[in-house]
């Protein structure tokens, strides 16, 4: 089992750093994930993550008390707004752009009313 859950847990890093390229895929929710299945597979590298320099300390405040960084607020504003101006730009159907539209404003919501650290 420690290697299932080992291996989710490094799909989960690769998903988070490709989420930092990708606006529409979210980073800190797969580092969460994966934290959790390092917690349950490895010393080791639940250590790593914890410390890493870029990833630890977000994890850490979300773990302490569920708070995003201002930074990190910021930069999830500007992917959503660059996604939703393309999904204009690209001519997206008017019912799949509302759609993004109230689940993008529901993820805005959430994030700016989390504690800022």
């Not at 799909?11 to 917690?39: D, M, N, S």
């Not at 008390?65 to 660059?82: D, E, Y």
């Not at 939703?84 to 959430?110: C, E, H, R, Y």
């Amino acid at each position: 089992m420690h290697y299932i859950w080992a291996t989710l847990g490094l799909i989960c890093v690769g998903l988070a750093v490709v989420g930092i390229a990708l606006p529409l895929l979210p980073t800190v929710p797969f580092l969460l994930l994966a934290t959790f299945f390092f917690a349950r597979s490895s010393a080791r590298l639940h250590t790593w993550l914890i410390t890493h320099r870029t990833f630890g300390p977000m994890i850490l405040d979300w773990q302490n008390s569920g708070a995003i960084r201002p930074a990190a607020k910021k930069a999830a504003t500007l992917s959503v707004a660059a996604v939703f101006g393309l999904s204009i730009l690209v001519s997206v159907p008017t019912q799949v752009l509302i759609i993004q539209a109230v689940v993008l404003g529901a993820v805005m919501t959430f994030i700016w009313t989390r504690p800022n650290d």
